[in-house]
C-alpha cells in the first residue's frame, strides 16, 4: 500500500466571516466611545483627565501589541505545537505597532500634564533640579530623552515585526526552508532580549516616573509578566471562540486548551510571586522614600483596589486553574480567562491612577463621575479602534501557518 502524504494550502484554514463582522462592531464601538471620551474632555475642559486616562488605557493596549510579539519571538525559538495554534493571532497583534505609536503620542506631547517632573522642569527648572538631583534631570528625566527613547522602543520593535512578518509570508507561499530558519531564530532570540530591554526601560518611562522619587528593581519584569498574560487571556478567548466554527474547528483539540491553561495559571502565579516580591522587600527595608508609593495605594478608598488584587487576580485564578479538568473545559477557562483580563484593567488602574488621586491626601473623594466616565471611555474608544485593526489583519491570512514544516506532525500530536 502506497503512503501519501497529507499536504494542506493556505486556503483550507482561510478566516470565517465573522472575523469580518467582528470588525465593523469594534470600529463602531472604538469611534463612538472615543468621540465622546473627546466631547467630555472639550464641553467639561478636563483635558488633564482625558490625558490620565489615555495613559491607563496605552498601557494595556500596549501590552496586547508587545506581549504578542514576544510569544511569536518565543515560539521560533523553542518550537511546540501551542504556539503555532496562536501564531497568526500574535502577527494579527504586533502588527498594531504603528497604531500604538500612535496611541503614545498624546502621552508623549501632554507630558507636562501628566508627568510631576515634565511639569517642574517646565515652571520650575531649578525646582525640579533640586528635587530630583541634577544628573537624574541632565541624563533621563527630561522631555528630550523621553521622546529619544520612545522613538528607539518603537524602531526596535517594529523592526523586529518586520522581520518576523517576512519570514512568515515567504513560509507562506512556500519559499522558507530549514536552513533559512536559523536565522529567524537567531533573531528571535536577540529580539527577546531587545523586548525586556526596551520595555523595562519604557515601564519607568511610562509608569514608574509618575511618581519619579520611587523605584523598584523588578518593574520592567513585572511589566512584561502583566503583558503576556493578558496575550494569553486574550488568545484563550479568541480560540475558543474561533473554535466554533471552520477552520479552527478542525484543528482545536481540548489538549491545546489544557495547554493555555496551563501557561495562564503559571504567569497568574508569576505575577503574584513578583509583586509580593517587591512589597516584601520595599517592606523589610521600611525607608520612607520607597514606601510612599505603597502609602498613596492603601488609604483613602485605593485599599478595596489592593485587596480586590489579591483576591481575583491571584487567590481566585490560582484555587481554580490548579483543577486539570477545569483547564480542559473551554468555558470555564474562558470565564476565568476573561475575569484575569479585567483585573489586568484594574492594576493597570491601581498602578496608575493614585498619582492623580493619591492616598496620602483625599484619594478617591477627589474621584468624581466624570472621571469615572472618562476611565471607561478610554480604554473601550482606544480597544474598539485596536481591535478594529487587528480583525481586519487576521481575516486577511490563513488562520494557521500550514506550510511550517512541523504543522502535519501538530496535527497528529496529543500535546504542545
Known sequence: MRLTAVRFTPADFAPPASIQKMAVRSVGAGVFFSLAALILASV???????????????????????????????????????????????????????????????????????????????????????????????????????????????????????????????????????????????????????????????????????????????????????????????????LVRLAQEDPVARIFKTDYLHDFGKLMFAFVVLWAYLSFSQWIIIWSGNMLSEIRWYLMRLDQGWQYFGTLLILAHFVFPFALLLSRNLKRHAKRVVGIALLVLFMRFVDLFWITAPNFYKGTENGLNNFHWVDGLMYVLCPIGMGGIWLFFFFRRLSRRSLMPVNDPHFVEMLEAKHG
Open 44 to 238: 467639561l475642559h478636563k483635558w488633564d483627565l482625558f490625558l490620565h486616562s489615555w495613559l491607563f488605557s496605552f498601557m494595556f493596549w500596549l501590552g496586547l501589541t508587545l506581549g504578542p510579539l514576544a510569544l511569536l519571538m518565543l515560539q521560533y525559538v523553542t518550537g511546540g505545537n501551542w504556539g503555532r495554534l496562536g501564531r497568526r493571532i500574535w502577527e494579527a497583534a504586533a502588527g498594531n505597532l504603528w497604531l500604538v505609536f500612535l496611541f503614545w503620542l498624546p502621552v508623549a506631547f501632554g507630558m507636562r500634564h501628566i508627568y510631576p517632573w515634565a511639569a517642574m522642569l517646565h515652571d520650575n527648572f531649578a525646582g525640579a533640579v533640586a528635587r530630583y538631583g541634577a544628573d537624574k534631570v541632565h541624563y533621563y528625566l527630561n522631555p528630550t530623552g523621553f521622546w529619544v527613547r520612545g522613538f528607539i522602543y518603537f524602531i526596535g520593535w517594529g523592526l523586529l515585526y518586520l522581520r518576523l512578518m517576512s519570514w512568515s509570508k515567504k513560509e507562506e507561499a512556500g519559499e522558507a526552508t530549514p536552513a533559512k530558519f536559523v536565522s529567524v531564530q537567531n533573531i528571535s532570540g536577540a529580539g527577546i532580549m531587545f523586548y525586556g530591554l526596551a520595555l523595562t526601560f519604557g515601564s519607568i518611562d511610562w509608569t514608574m516616573s509618575l511618581y519619579p522619587e520611587w523605584w523598584s528593581t523588578v518593574w520592567g519584569m513585572l511589566t512584561m509578566v502583566g503583558q503576556v498574560l493578558t496575550t494569553l487571556c486574550f488568545t484563550i478567548w479568541l
